[in-house]
C-alpha cells in the first residue's frame, strides 16, 4: 500500500507557504502574547478566558489570519516582496487584535470603550503587536524568496 500523497491531493507551493505563513503566525502570536502577558493576561480575565490558557487562545487567530493574509498578499500575487511581507505580518497582527476587540465590547459593551484607561490600553496593545506584526513580517518572506520553486519563477532583486 502506497501511503505517498498523489500529485492531484498534494498542496501547491503558494498552499504551503500559506500554511506555513500561518503557523508562523501563531507562533509569533504567542512569543508577542507571553512578552505582553501582564497586560494580555488581564484582558483574558477580563472577558472570560481561562488565565492558564490566554497565551495561545490569544494567539490562535493569528493561524488562520496570517494564512489567508499571506496569500492574498503575497502569493496570489506572485511577488514576494519584503514590503508585502511587513503588510502580511502589520495586518494579520491588526486582524487578531480586532478579534479580540470584538469580543471585548461583546462581553462588556461599546460604552466600555469610552473609559480613558481601557482605549490606552487597547491603544498600547495594537502599537505593539502593529510593530511587531511589521518585524516578524521580514523574516519569513526573507526565508519565502530564498526558497522559490522553479514553478514560482526566480526571484528577482527588483522585486523588492
Known amino acids: 500500500m502506497d501511503d505517498s500523497l ?3 491531493s498534494a498542496l501547491s507551493a503558494p498552499q504551503r507557504w500559506s500554511l506555513l505563513a500561518g503557523v508562523y503566525a501563531f507562533a509569533c502570536a504567542a512569543l508577542t502574547a507571553l512578552s505582553l502577558s501582564t497586560v494580555l493576561d488581564l484582558f483574558a480575565e477580563v472577558i472570560g478566558l481561562p488565565t492558564a490558557f490566554a ?3 490569544l494567539a490562535a487567530p493569528a493561524l488562520l489570519a496570517g494564512a489567508f493574509v499571506w496569500w492574498a498578499l503575497v502569493e496570489r500575487r506572485g511577488t514576494v516582496t519584503y ?3 511587513a503588510a502580511f505580518g502589520l495586518v494579520t497582527a ?3 487584535g ?3 476587540t470584538v469580543r471585548f465590547v461583546s462581553v462588556w459593551s461599546t460604552e466600555m470603550l469610552a473609559a480613558e484607561p481601557v482605549r490606552v490600553l487597547i491603544g498600547f496593545v495594537f502599537a505593539a ?3 511587531a506584526g511589521v ?3 521580514i523574516p519569513i518572506t526573507y526565508v519565502r524568496r530564498r526558497n522559490r520553486e522553479p514553478a514560482d519563477g526566480p526571484a528577482t532583486a527588483k522585486s523588492l
Do not use: H
Request: hydrophobic share 55%; glycine share 10%; proline share 10%.
Open 6 to 8: 498523489s500529485p492531484e
Open 129 to 131: 503587536v502593529a510593530v
Open 83 to 85: 514590503l508585502r511581507g
Open 135 to 137: 518585524v516578524v513580517g
Open 94 to 96: 491588526l486582524a487578531t
Open 55 to 57: 497565551t495561545p487562545i
Open 98 to 100: 480586532l478579534v479580540w
